[in-house]
């Protein structure tokens, strides 16, 4: 949500129209004002669960945006799942050409359904960007997408050290923030956080600075966290750490977001020991406010940090977590360049950069489209989805028809076959492109490299087929 509001915000800036559009219950608004046109989509059906719930807000960003009109829009970018399944079956239905999806990062899921959802919403997406080079290569290495990178980026003017203390003072009041040294963890509570990790090194902290103080803050998550929160509070109770304002653990939920560069500023250090993430905006935030980090020592965070912005932390060891933490607090930031080395860092990461790349990969994007849709001719289109030997879905596109003459739907081919049918059936639909407009398909040989990057996975399988699942004009 801050990248969505962040980034719309920034090209509003740079001279663009931005609709936001967003899933919300009828008693819900937006966390944060944005002048960029913000459209709310009601999501008043019952939702029992987790699939239940994913549905309705599905159903309900559909709906909002066949009422306002998809076809006014030059660019769908879409920044998570649900948003990515009310697009690709507004694509698949054909009242919209296609979307941009950016994949912050993947999680798991048990439920087959949740996890089909995930897959559909960057499989069927045009363009794939991904706000780090892990998940770059990930989407590519993979999933066979060849995804780009633009990174997240940080509002200075908003995070950023705060002198006065009765700001700090009102805020330590409410939630009851008296410990010291403070700790303070955002996100909530959840395995990805590795936040259990983290209570076992706060237990050890607490050995040598018994008066610390672990503050976790926020936690708004569609996805179900309840049985690892559970988890927390069952260790906690073992390691004699109470959870509660004034207690060594305070819970804070879900915040005000004005609230947040506040909190960050009550702090002494900043964890982010995190097991897995896409970027960890948290750290650039911190960072912004002056206050030193402990961050897993995994990608993504050794792509942009390094020993003079942040303290690693082997977040596998919780006693070697806690020495981290320590050396933060002790060892004047832990050796942390608040002078050169972190504004250099945050001059990096800015949001106009942002989004300049994104306007960058639009107009490409929009340059690619077959011309049947951006040009108002009568260019026919082919679309084929296709099943890989280890079942991931595709669905492809041809600008042209002549995809059916190489392919049969319900037939399997082998993973070589296919490729050289694909191969010569795009390049043909291509060279019609150009005959009839005096310039080649971009689309089409673009999708012809996603094929042949997925292709790749299946080296030395000979046995491997393809399946040809459906053709559709």
Not at 150 to 155: A, E, F, I, S
Not at 449 to 469: H, S, Y
Request: charged share 20%.
């Amino acid at each position: 949500m801050v990248h969505t509001l962040e980034l719309a915000q920034a090209l509003r800036i740079e001279g663009h129209d931005v609709t936001i559009f967003a899933p919300a219950s009828d008693t819900e608004s937006m966390f944060r004002k944005s002048p960029c046109r913000i459209v709310l989509a009601r999501v008043a059906d019952p939702q029992a669960g987790t699939v239940g719930m994913v549905d309705a807000r599905i159903r309900a960003l559909k709906a909002a945006l066949l009422n306002h009109g998809p076809d006014g829009f030059d660019v769908l970018h879409a920044q998570d799942s649900i948003s990515g399944n009310a697009l690709a079956e507004l694509k698949q239905s054909g009242a919209i050409r296609g979307f941009v999806r950016t994949v912050h990062h993947l999680d798991h899921f048990d439920h087959p359904q949740l996890a089909n959802w995930q897959r559909r919403a960057w499989q069927d997406a045009d363009a794939v960007l991904c706000v780090s080079d892990t998940w770059t290569r990930a989407m590519r290495d993979t999933h066979g997408v060849n995804a780009q990178t633009v990174p997240n980026g940080v509002d200075v003017s908003r995070y950023r050290p705060i002198t006065a203390p009765d700001t700090t003072a009102a805020l330590r009041a409410r939630l009851g923030i008296a410990g010291s040294p403070v700790i303070l963890a955002v996100g909530g509570i959840e395995a990805r956080k590795n936040t259990l990790m983290l209570l076992d090194a706060f237990a050890i902290l607490r050995n040598s600075r018994p008066n610390a103080q672990l503050v976790i803050a926020g936690g708004a998550s569609l996805l179900d966290h309840d049985d690892y929160a559970r988890q927390f509070v069952v260790r906690s109770d073992e390691l004699a750490l109470p959870i509660g304002p004034g207690e060594p653990i305070v819970v804070t939920g879900p915040l005000e977001d004005d609230t947040m560069p506040v909190i960050f500023n009550c702090a002494d250090v900043v964890s982010m020991i995190s097991a897995r993430e896409g970027f960890g905006l948290v750290v650039l935030e911190a960072l912004a406010c002056g206050k030193p980090v402990v961050v897993s020592r995994i990608a993504p965070f050794t792509e942009y940090l390094d020993d003079r912005t942040c303290v690693w932390a082997d977040a596998t060891r919780a006693d070697l977590t806690a020495q981290a933490l320590l050396e933060a607090i002790d060892d004047d930031g832990g050796g942390i360049d608040f002078t050169n080395a972190v504004p250099a860092l945050l001059n990096r990461f800015n949001w106009a950069a942002s989004a300049r790349r994104h306007l960058e990969i639009y107009q490409q994007w929009l340059a690619s489209q077959p011309p049947a849709l951006n040009q108002g001719t009568d260019m026919p289109v082919m679309h084929f989805k296709i099943r890989w030997p280890d079942g991931i879905e595709a669905s492809c596109y041809s600008p042209s028809t002549v995809v059916g003459e190489f392919f049969v739907a319900g037939e399997r081919y082998p993973v070589d076959d296919f490729v050289a049918r694909a191969r010569e059936a795009l390049n043909i639909g291509s060279e019609r492109v150009r005959e009839k407009y005096g310039f080649a398909c971009s689309a089409a040989l673009d999708q012809l490299a996603q094929i042949e990057a997925a292709a790749t996975r299946f080296q030395g399988q000979p046995d491997a087929q393809v399946t040809l699942l459906e053709l559709a004009e």
